[in-house]
Nanobody, 120 residues
Framework: VQLQASGGGLVQPGGSLRLSCAASGSIFSVNAMGWYRQAPGKQRELVARITSGGSTNYADSVKDRFTISRDNAKNTVYLQMNSLKPEDTAVYYC???????????????WGQGTLVTVSS
């Protein structure tokens, strides 16, 4: 199983970016999917998470600015980021809890990370 993230880049404060992360490989089911971020010198933190049923939760720092969504048919999770601030600068990692077979236990997989830089 692989998670391939894309969509990072350089954006000015107040701008927008959309991140995507697609899961591929031997997949029976995908449970929760989410985005985490890690800024220089800081610990990795949860940004947003979405269950297979569509329930979402967000870090307080991104509420009302970021929106997480998913396409279950494509095993893909998205993160729409609006009104970006310099403090949003970080490497963003996608995460997905996946069962590879009907009898396999769920396992958390990570994407490779994509850099988001918010700067003028």
């Amino acid at each position: 199983v692989q998670l391939q993230a894309s969509g990072g880049g350089l954006v000015q404060p107040g701008g927008s970016l959309r991140l995507s992360c697609a899961a591929s490989g031997s997949i029976f089911s995908v449970n929760a999917m989410g985005w985490y971020r890690q800024a220089p010198g800081k610990q990795r933190e949860l940004v947003a998470r979405i269950t297979s049923g569509g329930s979402t939760n967000y870090a307080d720092s991104v509420k009302d600015r970021f929106t997480i969504s998913r396409d279950n048919a494509k095993n893909t999770v998205y993160l729409q980021m609006n009104s970006l601030k310099p403090e949003d600068t970080a490497v963003y990692y996608c995460n997905a809890v996946i069962r590879r077979t009907v009898v396999a236990a769920p396992y958390a997989y990570w994407g490779q990370g994509t850099l988001v830089t918010v700067s003028s």
